[in-house]
């Protein structure tokens, strides 16, 4: 994959059933629109399977695509913004939720 126009950082917990379809969507939306993106995955030690999800997600979509980012626990929402941050290497920066409350419909 040539270098993102955009980093998508999406910090998790617990989102074990979200994750897939999220970047699914994410995926189809950027790829409709011709855009190279990177997703930055920044997870704060989920029990419950989220990394195995986004691991699996790596293996469909290419770990070039999906970057995995964990963190040793719930250290905090603004805190994995800013760790996915550090990570991000699009002209432009997206955060996003993992519960679709922001939309990937919205990215282009």
Known sequence: MSTPQC??????????????????????????AGIAYEVIVVDDASPDGTQLAVKQMQQLLGRDRIILQTR???????????????????KWVILMDADLSHHPKYIP
């Open 72 to 90: 040793s626990g719930k250290l905090g929402l603004g805190t994995a913004y800013k760790h996915g941050l550090q990570f991000a290497s699009g």
């Open 7 to 32: 980093s998508i950082i999406i910090p998790t917990y617990n989102e074990r059933e979200n994750i897939p379809i999220v970047l699914q969507m994410i995926d189809e939306v950027c790829s409709k």
